[in-house]
């Protein structure tokens, strides 16, 4: 299968301290982006925090510990088939 316009999506990318990455297809991705790199930012591991996203893709929610991303990485890519 080839990359065509119809299913090239912008996608972030959440990398994991010790497991693995998880692609989100989110609605503004931009936004996205930086409000994760905010959330890694202020994470603290004194005092961790669950974040729950949302996303346009195969995973519709992800949440995770604010302490366990170690970074966050914006990107295009194919837009995996979703069942029908």
């Known amino acids: 299968m080839g990359m065509s316009a119809s299913n090239l999506k912008t996608a972030v990318l959440l990398l994991f301290k ?28 004194a005092s961790p925090r669950l974040i729950e996203k949302t996303g346009g893709g195969p995973i519709k929610k992800v949440a ?15 837009m995996p088939a979703m069942p029908v």
């Not at 497991?19 to 930086?34: A, G, R």
């Not at 890694?40 to 591991?45: M, S």
């Not at 995770?64 to 194919?78: I, K, M, N, P």
């Open 64 to 78: 995770f510990l604010d302490t366990e991303l170690a970074g966050v990485s914006l990107q295009v890519g194919v």
């Open 18 to 45: 010790s497991s693995t990455p998880v692609v989100v297809y989110p609605d503004n991705p931009e936004s996205f982006y930086d409000e994760v790199k905010k959330v890694i930012k202020a994470a603290n591991g």
